[in-house]
């Protein structure tokens, strides 16, 4: 994983850019970069207090400053923000749609592959073909389709690959930072996909242990456990230390830490938390290499360019995973990513039921208009009835316009049981098991389709003598992908976008802890942060909860609720494993609560074993948020300061719809 721009990925971990990757597991550093280290940290702490009316409480949502009051003292105390104003315009000229739907969208973690601006431009430049021609998005989008293979024979043999999916593959690994000398890449329906595949795919036989270091409830992670369990491993989590949130050092470096020198498993790692923004220090996973462990580094909760600090240029797992969505703010959708590191392909296992998880190719969206039942073809009916994992067809946007039709594609057909979408991330798979028969009937098709992509492609071999030059080269261009998204963060680099989150993350939680409620003779605060406060090297999470004026917690689901009523998308989730010390003994009952959750298996509802843990409000925020994002989920949030706000939601939207709406 040797970067590109290491210098500046250098000067981002030893100039205090970004979180300091050995912090935490090391002997103290030079007394030299203790003071410089404290001296940025303490004056960036003060910059904070003075960016919003310093030694000011806030009692009345009506009494806020206003966005431009807000904004000049905002600028006051972190006069490098101007520096990050091509972010803004990257904004304003592509992804506009954000503007003009006046939405706030601060529940997107991951990485965005295309903006709104180049979506539009490709669905446009489609509306110039005659009217018999496919609709517009056929033209615009590429499609996945499911693969029936093991993750070990694909990382080992991999298989025919259009030029199409050749070039994604090759940009996806240059903006994260990975070398194809030293990582295999299969692409998987989503990230919870990526996570089941490695579990089943794993030696939990031999190598027993699971252990993963997660503050909160995570579908995907879930999974990876169940399954895992299913095949013998033995289940082991990091805890966290209330109230700060941090991983509790001693018990993990026990776990990790052991005189037999076999391998003891696979440790489950993210640099950082996606809720509270919690940090980690990279050292983790030296740790647990050097005592025999195998490492899966979870990158989903990184933002745009985190992939080329340093640490990562030294540290590198054996397994990594992440995942990308279609369009910031518009489309969700999209798939996961899993690396598996060359030397760690032999420990995988060939697994029946991992053919059926979710690898995924990316092909070609058909350009034929779709046929009437009668001109189905036998093999494409027989491909139908394989319903592989009832597949949904995931469209990303293509920049280039395909110019023939595909007359032997795959039949894919929408699942019609309603899924749940998590952003950057599609809903968990069914599992069907396909037989060699099917399988070879798929994999012919597969093959035939990806011969007639040959000239779509640009493989010359392919194409007939006589073929102009040209011609090639228009051929050729047609299979380039362009990813705006990427191209942006690109442009922008680590230094700038670090710079940029950092501002408004700290302005966000400076500005929610002085919300206090009125006519309380202790100030009772509004709102509760989890994990870190304002804090230097924070991630760009914040997880927090809002409390009336009784000191009652208001519903996590109701305030999502009400802020997407107010055109402000969030997320809500739930923090667990956490470590009471004797001094917060009391804390402990007083913020832990328990809930059954219900999960569907075959169709049948059943309840899981009860949890501990703390709901919470989370918002995200990326580099294309800006700071009047931030300043309306302040000012939402602040309403709750008004007792009767909930009540008055339910009351208006009464008298809106002329019924009881439940909100």
């Known amino acids: 994983m040797q970067s590109p721009c290491m210098r500046e990925a250098s000067q981002a971990c030893f100039h205090g850019c970004c979180p300091t990757p050995f912090l935490g597991l090391t002997e103290a550093p030079h007394p030299k970069t203790i003071t410089s280290a404290a001296a940025s940290r303490y004056d960036f702490a003060t910059a904070t207090a003075s960016s919003l009316f310093p030694n000011t409480q806030f009692t009345n949502h009506e009494s806020l400053p206003s966005l431009h009051e807000a904004f000049s003292n905002f600028t006051k105390a972190y006069p490098h923000y101007t520096d990050t104003d091509r972010a803004d315009n990257i904004r304003a000229h592509e992804y506009y749609h954000l503007s003009l739907s006046n939405r706030v969208c601060l529940d997107y973690v991951g990485f965005g592959l295309f903006s709104h601006s180049q979506h539009q431009s490709s669905v446009a430049s489609s509306s110039n073909f005659p009217p018999s021609a496919p609709s517009p998005s056929e033209f615009s989008f590429f499609n996945i389709s499911y693969k029936s293979a093991s993750l070990h024979s694909q990382v080992l043999y991999g298989s025919q690959e259009t030029e199409l999916e050749s070039s994604i593959r090759k940009r996806i690994m240059g903006f994260l930072n990975i070398s194809d000398n030293d990582y295999r890449m299969v692409c998987t329906a989503n990230r919870a ?74 440790f489950v790692f993210p640099l950082q938390s996606r809720m509270t923004g919690t940090r980690y220090s990279y050292l983790w996973m030296s740790l647990a290499q050097e005592n025999g462990w195998q490492v899966l580094l979870d990158a989903c909760a990184l933002g745009p360019k985190d992939m080329d600090t340093l640490g990562l240029s030294l540290f590198r797992p054996d397994f990594l995973i992440c995942s990308f969505f279609k369009v910031f703010g518009e489309n969700p959708s999209g798939f996961g990513c899993l690396f598996v590191k060359r030397s ?14 979710g690898i995924v190719g990316i092909v070609p969206a058909k350009l034929s208009q779709p046929p009437d039942d009668d001109s189905i073809t036998d093999t494409e009916t027989q491909i139908s009835k394989l319903q592989l994992q009832e597949d949904v067809a995931m469209t990303c946007s293509f920049s280039g316009r395909i110019s023939r039709q595909v007359s032997n594609g795959l039949i894919e057909r929408s699942s019609s049981s309603e899924r749940r979408f998590e952003r950057g991330e599609t809903s968990e798979l069914y599992e069907t098991e396909v037989n060699m028969k099917q399988k070879e009937s798929l994999q012919s098709e597969i093959v035939e389709l990806e011969k007639t992509d040959s000239v779509l492609s640009g493989n010359t071999d392919s194409v007939k003598p006589g073929t102009s030059e040209a011609k090639l080269d228009e051929m050729d261009q047609t299979a380039e992908i362009e990813c705006k998204g990427l191209d942006h963060a690109d442009s922008l680099g680590l230094l700038l976008i670090s710079s940029r989150v950092r501002f408004l993350t700290n302005w966000l939680v400076n500005a929610l802890t002085k919300l206090r409620h009125p006519n309380s003779e202790k100030g009772l605060p509004l709102i509760r942060i989890y994990g870190p406060k304002v804090k230097f090297d924070r991630g760009p999470a914040v997880a927090f909860n809002v409390f009336d004026w009784k000191g009652e917690k208001v519903e996590p689901a109701l305030v999502q609720k009400l802020a997407d009523r107010n055109n402000i998308s969030l997320s809500y989730g739930f923090l667990h494993n956490i470590l009471f010390s004797d001094k917060y003994e009391d804390d402990k009952e007083k913020v832990l609560e328990t809930r059954t959750p219900e999960v569907a298996i075959g169709g049948n509802r059943m309840k899981e074993k009860v949890a501990s843990g703390i709901s919470v409000v989370t918002a995200a925020i990326g580099f294309l948020a800006n700071f009047e994002d931030t300043y309306r989920l302040w000012a939402f949030v602040a309403k709750f300061l008004d007792a009767d706000f909930v009540e008055k939601e339910k009351w208006r939207y009464m008298a809106l719809n002329q019924e009881m709406i439940e909100i």
Do not use: C
């Not at 190598?207 to 909160?216: E, G, K, S």
């Open 344 to 357: 760690s392909i032999s420990v995988l296992e060939t697994s029946t039921i991992a053919r059926s998880i």
């Open 193 to 266: 996909s990526a996570f089941k595949l490695l579990a089943e795919s794993y030696p939990f036989q031999s190598n027993q242990r699971l252990l993963t270091v997660y503050d909160y409830e995570s579908e995907a992670v879930s999974g990876m456990i169940e399954n895992s369990r299913k095949r013998g491993a033995r289940i082991m989590s990091a805890n966290f230390s209330w109230p700060s949130l941090r991983i509790h050092s001693a018990k993990l470096r026990k776990m990790l830490v052991s005189k037999r020198k076999k391998r003891k498993g696979l």
